[in-house]
């Protein structure tokens, strides 16, 4: 009998469908309370017909201000957004906007835990950057010869790769876990 | 000379943009960051019409199934809903769903600061009740004599007023520091 390695892909699964079954996973075990945020909407026009929900007829889609996620984890904040590339050598800044850094800035500041989840669709392969590393990068752009993008050995040396597993599909609280003992050591 | 005793009143705000406005001058100062979360918005129907914003023309709103308000603040994590209401001698307790009770106690759990501001309308009085007194009275409706409301005596003997000051607008964050010493001592 040979013994074979299971492997777990994310299955044609979004990134953001594969980080929701995993925060329902930590809520349901009392892990943590992390959800995403709605998508910020604006209305315009609503009809209230009797007898039946209100229905929004006219609304636009908001610039988001803030990240995709948050909430509490063993005492901690934490606070990150999750984006997808199909990008093979590289991760483009242009994905992130300048509010996104300031948000995730001023979490830092009040003692929050703050990081982006990258997937590399095409390589099947998704990251833990801590947000210090994001912001170096972010502010390189602005160099003369800043690059525009992170390469993707940026996120092998300096990030931390989640390996999808069964249950839950996409453990990062792992590494939110090594992220807090590096900062209070 | 007499010295005029200042009064700040809400002028005709709700009780949900003196909070945005008090949430914005804590951000600006760095003290916190605290947001509202958006409203979440079932999209059935999007048009994209050409050069122009994407234009959803039926949605519905969703039950919330947390809190109003949440964020970070001196390494705490913040949950928070708020209500107004028009009853002058108690607080109906139908204002509170399940869900919204169960997210706040999972958030406690996970030691995060949890509580509910509540505004009396009429009174033009605001209190902030931290969640285990909530809990508290929230568990006694199942009571065969249980109460269906927090009665007004409550708010004054086991909350804490919020007064209204210039700026910011309802300085919450005040009674935190004092919720966070009981906590931690
Ligand atoms: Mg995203
Ligand atoms: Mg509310």
């Known amino acids: 009998l040979t013994k074979k390695k299971t492997s777990y892909s994310n299955r044609g699964m979004t990134l953001e469908e594969d980080i929701n079954k995993t925060n329902d996973y930590y809520l349901l075990r009392k892990l943590a309370v992390i959800h995403k945020k709605p998508i910020p909407i604006q209305v315009v026009n609503v009809n209230y017909p009797s007898r039946s929900a209100a229905k929004i007829t006219e609304a636009y ?6 990240t995709d996620y948050n909430g509490v984890y063993n005492g901690y904040y934490i606070d ?19 509010h996104q850094l300031s948000h995730m800035e001023a979490c830092v500041d009040q003692g929050g835990m703050c990081f982006v989840i990258i997937r590399f669709t095409t390589l099947n392969r998704v990251f833990l950057l801590d947000f210090p590393v994001l912001k170096k990068w972010w502010r390189q752009q ?5 690059k525009k993008s992170i390469p993707f050995k940026a996120f092998e040396t300096d990030g931390y790769e989640l390996k999808y597993s069964l249950s839950p599909r996409l453990p990062y609280l792992d590494i939110v876990d090594r992220l807090i003992k590096q900062k209070d050591s």
């Open 80 to 98: 990150f957004e999750a984006k997808e590339t199909k990008n093979k050598t590289s991760f483009p800044l242009k994905n992130f906007h300048d």
């Open 142 to 146: 602005k160099d003369p010869d800043g």
């Open 61 to 66: 889609y908001k610039k988001a201000s803030t």
